[in-house]
């Protein structure tokens, strides 16, 4: 099984803050990744897919880079709204899925 | 507006049964695969099931294998999850999740708001 291991597990961070979160792969799993946002109480948001690709309605200020084994999830310039938890998914195993543990991003 | 509704959970003893379901609106149901997603009290988010647009290919996660069947019902627009020989650790918000349909390169891009299950005596 594909594993995903999130860091940091926790941030501590401010308004206007770039802020990056790293997803690691136990094996390679090309660009086959997906990040979302959870906030307390709610369901889980798709922010990127395909590794780097915007979902439709996600602000500019989320991005994302990586393939192969290691994955980022960069907030250029953090608002009040973005602090939640955020998660990894893996789709290489399409359609056995796993995410990575979360990132708790607090406000410093 | 798409929108994923689930209903069914509740307090229920171990080694009982529940079903959850899950009712859509705004999307046709039968175009999409679906997948049931838990989260335990604190901690992180789990797949648990798939089934394909057609039904023809579902998949269980390890942790339910046995004990759960996910259906769905594409004439009344709904997703299932029947829940037998429930154990304590499948205390877990339960949440249904639309695949955007676009195989490795997709993602889940519609939640439901997520019903609870506590199992405990």
């Known amino acids: 099984d594909i594993q995903l291991t999130q860091s940091p597990t926790f941030l501590s961070a401010s308004v206007g803050d770039r802020v990056t979160i790293t997803c690691r792969a136990s094996?390679?799993?090309?660009?086959?990744l997906a990040w979302y946002q959870q906030k307390p109480g709610r369901a889980p948001k798709l922010l990127i897919y395909?590794?780097?690709t915007l979902q439709s309605g996600v602000p500019s200020r989320f991005s994302g880079s990586g393939s192969g084994t290691e994955f980022t999830l960069t907030v250029s310039s953090l608002q009040p709204e973005d602090f939640a938890t955020y998660y990894c998914q893996q789709l290489n195993s399409y359609p056995r899925f796993t995410f990575g543990g979360g990132t708790k991003v607090e406000i410093k | 507006e798409a929108q994923l509704v689930e209903s069914g959970g509740g307090l229920v003893q171990p080694g009982a049964s529940l079903r959850l379901s899950c009712a859509a609106s705004g999307f046709t149901l039968r175009s999409y695969a679906m997948n049931w997603v838990r989260q335990a009290p604190g901690k992180g988010l789990e797949w648990i099931s798939y089934?394909?647009?057609?039904?023809?290919?579902?998949y269980y996660a390890d942790s339910v294998k046995g004990r759960f069947t996910i259906s769905r019902d594409d004439v009344r627009n709904s997703l299932y999850l029947q829940m037998n020989s429930l154990r304590d650790e499948d205390t877990a918000v339960y949440y249904c999740?639309?695949?955007?349909?676009?195989?490795?390169?997709?993602?889940?891009?519609?939640w439901g708001q997520g019903t609870m299950v506590t199992v405990s005596s």
């Open positions: 094996q390679g799993i090309s660009n086959y």
């Open positions: 089934i394909s647009s057609t039904s023809v290919t579902i």
């Open positions: 999740a639309r695949d955007r349909g676009t195989y490795k390169l997709g993602g889940f891009d519609i």
């Open positions: 395909a590794a780097s």
